[in-house]
C-alpha cells in the first residue's frame, strides 16, 4: 500500500506531463522540443547524450522530444555523411520550443555536368526546362540553350562582333514567360569621325586620337529558340539607348522598355511606333496583372494595366526624404509592397503593414534586394553583408515584429549570388571558392554550412526551388562549365513513405 502510495501519483503526474525536479524537490511541468528537419533521417543529442525515442508527427513530418525539464539544453542534430546543426535552446513548463526549418548539407555532393564547352553566365527558362548560357570572346559572342533534361544544344545564336553587356547595366538575358523567346542585351565598340563625334556627341576617351575616336552601341536581339529567327529590337521599335527590357507576362509577342527615360510598350512583331506609357520615368516593374513605375522628380508610384493605357492610379503619395538621385530599380510585390534602389545605392521601402505604414530607409550600399515568396520578407545585400526586413508580424518561432530589420551575416571578402532558399528561411550566397547556406533563425546563433567550394573564386549561382536543384559554374583546364547538385535530400511523403532513390 506505500508503494502503491507513492508511485502512483508520480505514474498520474508524468502521464499529465509533470516532472519531478529533484534540484528544486517539486513537480514542474515538462516542456517539448519539436523537430523538423532534412534529412528525414537524424540523430538527437540532449546535452551530448542520444535521444533513442522520438515521437513522430506524421501530419507534418515533425518531431516530439517531451517529458523535458525547463531548463538550458545543448541540442544536436545530425546524420551520417552531413554537417552538424547544434544550438544551445531554453526549454519552458508546458511550452513546446520548435524548430520547424533544420537542413543539414552534405559533406560531399555528386555533381551533374552539363557540356557547355565553356561560359560566361547563364538563364534558366520559366518552365525550367532549359538553360541559356553566354560565351564571349574577342571576336564576338554566342548564345545557345541546352536542355536541363537531357543535357544537348538546342538552338545557337551568333552575334559576331557583339560582346554580351557588362555588369555596369545590370542587363541580362531575360526569357518570356513560356520560353517562347529570350532578349539578349549585347553591345559594340564603333569607330566615329570626328564629325560625326560632334553631330551625335559621342563619349570618347580622353588619350583617343580623332581617327580612333569610338562609341558603344546597346543593342537587345530577340531570340526564337524554336526558329533561331534574331530579331533586333532597336530597328523593330526605331528607338537606341533601350535598357531594362521585361516580358509581358500575359502576352509573348509584347514587352516593356525605358528609353531616354520614357517607359514603353512594344509589339516585337509589328515595326508601327510602341505604345508610349509615361515619361519622366526612371524605374519600373511587372506584375502579374499591371506595370509599376517611379516617376521624376518625386518619385512617386503609379500603375497601369498591362496594355499602358488603363487604370492608371497613384500609389504614393511621398518619398521619406529628398533624393539626390533618381531610383534605379523597382521591386513589387503588391500595391502594398515596393522597395526602392537609387543610383546611389541607397534602399528605400513602402509597407503597407498589419500595424502600420513605414516608408522608410532601410540601408546604403546595397547591391541588390528580394522578397520573399509569401511577401513576409526582404532580403537585401551588400558587398561585404546580408540582412533581412520584415513586413509582417510573424507567429511561428522564432518570433519576429513588423518593421524589424535583421543583420543576417557579415563577410571581410566580397559576397556574391545572394538569393532566398526555396523555404524562405535560408539564404543561399558565395563568397571566394566557398557557396554556402545561412539560417534566419537568430536563436543562439544562426547555423551557416557550405555547400560546395568551386575551383574558380567568381562562380555564377543559382538556385532552382522547382527542380530543388543548385546549378552553378565551374572551371577545369580553365574552361567554366554549369554543373548542378541535387539540394536538400527529397524527402517522403507524410513521413509514410521513404524519399525516392538518388539518381
Known amino acids: 500500500m506505500a508503494i502503491f502510495l507513492v508511485v502512483a501519483p508520480i505514474i498520474v503526474m508524468n502521464a499529465w506531463g509533470y516532472r519531478f525536479d529533484f534540484q528544486h524537490g517539486v513537480f514542474v511541468h515538462s516542456g517539448t522540443i519539436t523537430l523538423k528537419t532534412n534529412p528525414q533521417n537524424f540523430n538527437v543529442y540532449i546535452d551530448g547524450e542520444p535521444e533513442p525515442s522520438k515521437q513522430t508527427d506524421r501530419i507534418n513530418s515533425s518531431n516530439n522530444i517531451t517529458g523535458l525539464l525547463p531548463k538550458s539544453y545543448d541540442l544536436t542534430v545530425s546524420a551520417d555523411g552531413f554537417q552538424t546543426w547544434r544550438k544551445n535552446t531554453e526549454v519552458h513548463s508546458g511550452i513546446s520550443t520548435e524548430f520547424w526549418n533544420i537542413l543539414l548539407v552534405k559533406n560531399n555532393y555528386s555533381h551533374t555536368p552539363y557540356a557547355t564547352g565553356g561560359i560566361d553566365k547563364f538563364f534558366i527558362s520559366p ?162 496583372t499591371g506595370i509599376y513605375y517611379t516617376q521624376m522628380p518625386t518619385e512617386l508610384v503609379f500603375r497601369t494595366n498591362l496594355d499602358g493605357k488603363s487604370g492608371l492610379t497613384q500609389i504614393t503619395n511621398n518619398f521619406p526624404e529628398e533624393l539626390s538621385s533618381p531610383n534605379n530599380k523597382l521591386i513589387v510585390f503588391d500595391d502594398m509592397r515596393i522597395a526602392f534602389l537609387n543610383t546611389n545605392k541607397n534602399l528605400y521601402i513602402f509597407n503597407r503593414g498589419d500595424l502600420n505604414t513605414y516608408f522608410r530607409k532601410l540601408g546604403s550600399n546595397v547591391s541588390g ?37 535583421q543583420d543576417i551575416t557579415r563577410y571581410s571578402d566580397q559576397i556574391r549570388n545572394v538569393q532566398w532558399f526555396k523555404d524562405y528561411e535560408h539564404v543561399i550566397f558565395n563568397t571566394g571558392q566557398y557557396t554556402k547556406i545561412i539560417e534566419l533563425d537568430a536563436r543562439d546563433h544562426r547555423v551557416s554550412m557550405d555547400l560546395l567550394k568551386t575551383n574558380t573564386a567568381s562562380p555564377s549561382i543559382v538556385y532552382n526551388n522547382y527542380l530543388e536543384r543548385l546549378f ?30 538518388q539518381q
Request: proline share 6%.
Open 369 to 405: 534586394m528580394q522578397f520573399s515568396n509569401d511577401g513576409k520578407k526582404l532580403l537585401f545585400w551588400t558587398d561585404n553583408g546580408i540582412s533581412t526586413y520584415f513586413l509582417r508580424q510573424w507567429s511561428v518561432q522564432p518570433e519576429r515584429f513588423e518593421n524589424e530589420v
Open 472 to 501: 552553378f559554374t565551374d572551371s577545369e583546364k580553365n574552361a567554366s562549365d554549369i554543373y548542378s547538385i541535387t539540394f536538400p535530400e527529397p524527402g517522403g511523403f507524410l513521413g509514410l513513405f521513404p524519399p525516392p532513390a
Open 127 to 288: 518552365k525550367n526546362d532549359f538553360i541559356a548560357f553566354v560565351k564571349s570572346d574577342d571576336s564576338g559572342s554566342t548564345i545557345k540553350i541546352i536542355s536541363i533534361n537531357d543535357k544537348t544544344i538546342s538552338s545557337a545564336f551568333s552575334f559576331p562582333g557583339w560582346q554580351f553587356t557588362d555588369d555596369s547595366r545590370e542587363e541580362n538575358i531575360e526569357w518570356s514567360p513560356n520560353g517562347d523567346y529570350i532578349s539578349i542585351p549585347l553591345k559594340r565598340t564603333l569607330a566615329a569621325t570626328p564629325e560625326k563625334v560632334a553631330s551625335e556627341k559621342i563619349t570618347t576617351a580622353k588619350d583617343s586620337a580623332p581617327a580612333t575616336e569610338t562609341k558603344t552601341e546597346n543593342a537587345y536581339f530577340i531570340g526564337n529558340p524554336d526558329n533561331k529567327n534574331i530579331l533586333n529590337l532597336n530597328d523593330i521599335v526605331n528607338k537606341n539607348d533601350l535598357k531594362n527590357v521585361r516580358w509581358d507576362p500575359r502576352d509573348k509577342n509584347y514587352l516593356f522598355f525605358l528609353s531616354e527615360y520614357s517607359l514603353y510598350r512594344a509589339n516585337i512583331n509589328d515595326q508601327t511606333d510602341p505604345t508610349r506609357i509615361a515619361d519622366n520615368v526612371s524605374s519600373f516593374d511587372i506584375s502579374k
